[in-house]
């Protein structure tokens, strides 16, 4: 098990992982980062979230190496992230999730990355499946035809303009430079976190690396994905305990990039659309459910999207 690097070494990396309700993957992402610390000088910072299933009490009694920040409330990814990045001393910082596993070396790539590639203002590895298959993790900015496809029942009608997005003409074994990266794992020279500042909190959850990238990039910094780093990435474990929170988060949280980075009328042509959408999903469900298919299913997909409409999907922080 690693253990606290000497105060007096200069560290290579400050690692802070966000966390709300995932024990057990928390522990086996803390014990990969052990394993994969190698040569580095690095710590880490757990900023947990007042889950409610030991998590805080797990991390100061296996590992006493960790520097746990326990907060009052559920703070959200942004917020935790900028309370972890303020008590960071590391020359990089990344920014990882508790679903995640380090593979190999990958901590040390990232970093000597960074240190041979100056131009670079953030960069992302290989995200993969627990199976090992390549997971999606590499985005183009979003275009408002985006916007309105994106995990929307309009989605089919554009395979291409998602196809794009989601940099699926790229391939997955080739460094490539890319527009953003999924935030399970994204690494930053401390000098672009001063100088573009912490992560927007308005967000609360979703799109807020999007954010950070899009300011990197405007900051005139390059952001690139590196395939050889690899990490594990057991994917949306937290979000998907509140599955209705979920759903108003992800849109609210477009809505706020369309509004800050496009204009307001783009974001209101976007929330009409997206409102409509989920009333004709609501009623969809609403009909399979009076017929009687799956019926407790649709019923809990009504009472999702009732709340998503009642929600009036405000961008966030507007």
């Known amino acids: 098990m690693n253990a606290p690097t000497p105060a007096a070494q200069p560290l290579d990396l400050s690692i802070i992982i966000v966390s709300w309700n995932v024990k057990t993957l928390l522990?086996?992402?803390?014990r990969s980062v052990a394993a994969g610390q190698g040569d580095l000088a690095l710590e880490t910072i757990v900023v947990d979230g007042a889950s409610a299933d030991?998590?805080?009490?797990?991390?100061?009694?296996?590992?006493?190496w960790v520097r746990l920040i326990a907060c009052g409330e559920n703070v959200g990814f942004p917020r935790g992230n900028?309370?972890?990045?303020?008590?960071?001393?590391?020359?990089?910082?990344?920014?990882l999730n508790p679903d995640t596993e380090v593979v190999g070396d990958a901590l040390s790539v990232l970093v000597a990355y960074l240190d041979g590639h100056p131009e670079v203002g953030g960069v992302g590895p290989m995200l993969l499946n627990p199976d090992g298959s390549v997971q999606s993790s590499r985005r183009r900015f979003p275009t408002l035809l985006t916007g309105l496809l994106e995990s929307t029942w309009l989605a089919p009608a554009g395979p291409g303009v998602l196809r794009r997005y989601y940099a699926q003409d790229l391939p997955d074994d080739a460094e490539a430079d890319i527009d953003w990266v999924v935030g399970a794992c994204l690494m930053v020279?401390?000098?672009?976190?001063?100088?573009?500042?912490?992560?927007?909190?308005?967000?609360?959850?979703?799109?807020?690396?999007?954010?950070w990238c899009r300011?990197?990039?405007?900051?005139?910094?390059?952001?690139?994905?590196l395939p050889s780093a690899k990490v594990?990435?057991?994917?949306?474990?937290?979000?998907?305990?509140?599955?209705?929170?979920?759903?108003?988060?992800?849109?609210?949280?477009?809505?706020?990039?369309?509004?800050?980075?496009?204009?307001?009328?783009?974001?209101?042509?976007?929330?009409?659309?997206?409102?409509?959408?989920?009333?004709?999903?609501?009623?969809?469900?609403?009909?399979?459910?009076?017929?009687g298919h799956r019926r407790q299913l649709r019923w809990q997909r009504v009472r999702a999207y009732w709340q998503v409409l009642l929600s009036g999907l405000k961008p966030a922080g507007m």
């Open 82 to 95: 900028n309370i972890g990045i303020e008590k960071a001393a590391g020359r990089h910082i990344l920014l």
């Open 189 to 211: 020279p401390r000098q672009v976190s001063a100088q573009v500042g912490g992560m927007d909190e308005a967000y609360f959850m979703y799109s807020e690396e999007l954010d």
């Open 27 to 30: 522990a086996a992402c803390l």
């Open 54 to 64: 030991g998590s805080a009490a797990m991390v100061a009694a296996q590992f006493p």
């Open 232 to 291: 594990i990435h057991h994917e949306g474990k937290s979000s998907e305990q509140a599955v209705t929170a979920r759903h108003i988060n992800f849109q609210r949280a477009k809505l706020r990039y369309f509004y800050k980075f496009h204009s307001q009328g783009t974001a209101w042509i976007l929330r009409v659309v997206l409102l409509k959408n989920y009333t004709f999903q609501l009623l969809v469900e609403l009909a399979k459910g009076v017929i």
């Open 215 to 225: 300011r990197i990039k405007d900051a005139g910094w390059k952001v690139r994905y």
